[in-house]
């Protein structure tokens, strides 16, 4: 009997996950060399595509002040940028340190596009 026969995309005999299955043919286990018909996937072959900010350099260059200004890269705090004095900044922030210590904040000025960061 077969212990890992209801696991889509893993191996029937041995239960390594199997190789990505291919258009045609049988697929074989890495692990224990035996070779599955394709419905040992049982149909869950999954297709993932990422979806990237895009970037118009056009579009860009061609914006109002008061579009610059709306437009945030992320959150928008009340914080005075140390550049130009505008009053709202928005920001991002990362887990660059080591877990038990806080995080880094990115701050981007709305009106001049000025960056700072703060460990927090």
Avoid at 31 to 48: I, L, M, P, R, T
Avoid at 71 to 89: F, I, L, T, Y
Avoid at 98 to 119: H, I, M, R
Wanted: net charge negative; charged share 30%; aromatic share 10%.
């Amino acid at each position: 009997m077969d212990a890992f026969n209801n696991c889509p995309g893993f191996c029937p005999s041995c239960g390594s996950i199997l190789p990505e299955l291919q258009v045609k043919g049988n697929v074989t286990c890495h692990n224990c060399k035996e070779e599955f018909q394709a419905d040992v996937y049982s149909g869950e072959k999954s297709e993932f595509t990422i979806h990237f900010n895009t970037y118009d350099a056009k579009k860009l260059l061609n914006r109002t002040k008061q579009e610059s200004e709306s437009e945030a890269d992320g959150p928008v705090v009340e914080r005075k940028c140390p550049k130009c004095n505008h009053d709202k900044m928005s920001y991002a922030t990362l887990q660059l340190r080591s877990a038990d210590e806080g995080q880094t904040v990115f701050f981007t000025c709305l009106k001049c596009k000025f960056k700072e960061s703060e460990n927090s």
